[in-house]
Structure formats: structure tokens, C-alpha cells
């Protein structure tokens, strides 16, 4: 029973009366807690008391005096964020040397410097920096070569950066990196000019790839039929040469040499695909029929039975 009672006034006194007693202790201006990359600027009657911009646990009676109790009440604490921060600017207007329209998207990084000025010096100091951005672009590349512009984004980056940043720093805001990021027409018929013109050059530059394969293939082709021609000529040449040769060695022997001629001879006969008639020996009337090139007698029909 002991160890349940004090679990329950354990956990009322942690998680109920704990947080309410300190909640008050900071409404009364005790103590403040100022968390990693946030800053806390006191205010009363328009008069800024401190600026705490450390992280950490501070004793607001020994940093504000007599005014901690009441500067919640009476007074004001900002909070601001000190952490860094981005922005894209797209497609500000630019003329480029030659007349081109161009548009510049710039990317560039801020973060409050001085707290103070960030609250008291300009209503809106994000809107006033990137509208000087966007003025400090179009002032320091209007005018520049088309080919400068559109290659050296480096050093355009500078060039902007170091046109923002003195006038930046007194709303309270330091710049941090700019970078160019992208350059592009911003006129629609000079981009469809442009494009039209890249076609026509890939298409030439493919026709005169092709037209070089063309003429390559051609070249080796005619080189290769001609060296065919020669050396068929050459064989050609030596036929007759190596036939007389194995027709000569044949003649040495009377009996391969009959052989080979018949051989020949009805190798001829089957390729000129004549009619051969075969007749027995003693065909008679049959015989001299076929060799006259008479039609033979139709034999008669078989007695009926």
C-alpha cells in the first residue's frame, strides 16, 4: 500500500505539479530556457532590455534586474530563428549585351545577424532582401555578352552577392551562398528559332555522317569486288594449265582414260535430261521402229474370255 501511494504522488508531483510550478516560475520571469539556433529579445515600453542568443539556462533576475517579473506581462520576448534559411528568386529579368532577353533564376541563403535591426528596422525584411536580390541581379548583369552569361555562372554568382550584402546587413540579415542556377530566353519565338536551328544543324551533321558511311561503304565494296575480279582472273588463267596437267597424267593410262570418258560421257547425257530407251537385244521389228523414229504398233487387246 506504501509503495502504491508513493508511485502515485511520485507521478503526480513529476508530471502535474512539477511543470505547472516551473511554467509559473517562467511567466514570472525567473528563469528562461533559450533552445539551439533561437534568440529571445526582451521588449518593454519599447525598450530592449536583452538580447539572449546563446543556448542555455539564464536567470532572468540577474540579466533583466527588477524588470524580470513583469517583462512578460508588461513587456514582450521575440523569438526568433537563427538557423539558416533559403529562397529561389525565378526567372528575374535580364538583357544581355546583344539584345537577348533573358531571364536568371538565383538561389541564395540568409540568416538573422542581428536580431535588433531584424525587428526594428524594416516591417518585412525577407520580402525587402529578396526584392533586393532581385534589383541587385537585374542591376549588375543587365548588359553582359550573351556567351559571358550563359557560361560564367560563377562568377555572376559573386558579382550579385557582393552587390546584396551591405545593404542586407543593416535589416538585421547576413547572405550567405548565392549561386546562379539557371539562365534561360525568356522570348518564346527566339526559343523556337533556336531550337529549329539545332534540328536543322543535327540534321545536316546526320546527313554528313551518312553520306560518309555511304561513300566508306562504297569504297570498300568496289575495292573488294575488283580485288574479286583479279583473283578470279588469275584462276581463270590456270584452269586450263591444271586440266592439260591431270588430263596428261589420265593419258598415261589407256584404261582410266576410257573410264573417265565414259564417265564423262553419261554424266552429259544425265544432265542434258535426253529420253533413253532401253531395247533387248533381240527386239526385232521393235527395234528398227524405234531407231527410225517410227511410233511403235499398239499391241492388240487379249482375247475375250
Known amino acids: 500500500m506504501s509503495f502504491i501511494t508513493a508511485f502515485v504522488v511520485t507521478f503526480f508531483g513529476m508530471f502535474i505539479v512539477l511543470p505547472i510550478f516551473l511554467g509559473l516560475l517562467r511567466a514570472f520571469g525567473l528563469y528562461a530556457i533559450?533552445?539551439?539556433?533561437?534568440?529571445?529579445?526582451?521588449?518593454?515600453?519599447?525598450?530592449?532590455?536583452?538580447?539572449?542568443?546563446?543556448?542555455?539556462f539564464y536567470p532572468l533576475l540577474l540579466r533583466l534586474g527588477p524588470a524580470a517579473p513583469i517583462v512578460n506581462w508588461l513587456g514582450k520576448c521575440h523569438v526568433l530563428d537563427l538557423r539558416l534559411d533559403q529562397t529561389y528568386l525565378r526567372s528575374q529579368p535580364v538583357n544581355s549585351e546583344e539584345?537577348?532577353?533573358?531571364?536568371?533564376?538565383?538561389?541564395?541563403?540568409?540568416?538573422?545577424?542581428?536580431?535588433?535591426?531584424?525587428?526594428?528596422?524594416?516591417?518585412?525584411p525577407r520580402g525587402s532582401l529578396a526584392a533586393n536580390v532581385g534589383s541587385a541581379t537585374i542591376r549588375s548583369l543587365s548588359n553582359m555578352k550573351l556567351a559571358a552569361m550563359l557560361e560564367n555562372r560563377h562568377n555572376?554568382?559573386?558579382?550579385?552577392?557582393a552587390e546584396v550584402?551591405?545593404?542586407?546587413?543593416?535589416?538585421?540579415?547576413?547572405?550567405?551562398?548565392?549561386?546562379?542556377?539557371?539562365?534561360?530566353?525568356?522570348?518564346?519565338?527566339?526559343?523556337?528559332?533556336?531550337?529549329?536551328?539545332?534540328?536543322?544543324?543535327?540534321?545536316?551533321v546526320t546527313s554528313a555522317i551518312k553520306q560518309d558511311g555511304a561513300n566508306q561503304v562504297s569504297v570498300i565494296t568496289s575495292t573488294a569486288e575488283r580485288q574479286?575480279?583479279?583473283?578470279f582472273a588469275k584462276?581463270?588463267?590456270?584452269?586450263?594449265?591444271?586440266?592439260?596437267?591431270?588430263?596428261?597424267?589420265?593419258?598415261?593410262?589407256?584404261?582410266?582414260?576410257?573410264?573417265?570418258?565414259?564417265?564423262?560421257?553419261?554424266?552429259r547425257m544425265l544432265e542434258?535430261?535426253?529420253?533413253?530407251?532401253?531395247?533387248?537385244?533381240?527386239?526385232?521389228?521393235?527395234?528398227?521402229?524405234?531407231?527410225?523414229?517410227?511410233?511403235?504398233?499398239?499391241?492388240?487387246?487379249p482375247p475375250a474370255r
Open 34 to 56: 533559450v533552445e539551439e539556433g533561437t534568440c529571445h529579445v526582451y521588449v518593454l515600453f519599447g525598450k530592449v532590455l536583452a538580447v539572449l542568443d546563446e543556448p542555455g
Open 99 to 124: 539584345g537577348a532577353p533573358m531571364g536568371i533564376g538565383i538561389w541564395y541563403e540568409m540568416f538573422v545577424g542581428d536580431p535588433v535591426a531584424y525587428l526594428f528596422k524594416n516591417a518585412d
Open 156 to 161: 555572376m554568382s559573386q558579382m550579385v552577392r
Open 165 to 204: 550584402s551591405p545593404k542586407s546587413q543593416e535589416w538585421g540579415y547576413k547572405l550567405g551562398s548565392v549561386y546562379i542556377r539557371k539562365v534561360h530566353f525568356r522570348d518564346t519565338g527566339m526559343i523556337k528559332g533556336i531550337e529549329a536551328k539545332v534540328v536543322n544543324r543535327l540534321r545536316q
Open 228 to 231: 574479286a575480279a583479279i583473283e
Open 235 to 267: 584462276a581463270a588463267a590456270m584452269r586450263p594449265q591444271i586440266v592439260g596437267k591431270a588430263l596428261q597424267r589420265i593419258a598415261q593410262d589407256g584404261a582410266i582414260a576410257r573410264a573417265m570418258f565414259e564417265i564423262l560421257e553419261t554424266q
Open 272 to 301: 542434258g535430261k535426253a529420253e533413253i530407251t532401253l531395247v533387248p537385244r533381240n527386239g526385232g521389228v521393235l527395234g528398227d521402229l524405234l531407231a527410225s523414229g517410227s511410233p511403235a504398233p499398239t499391241p492388240p487387246p
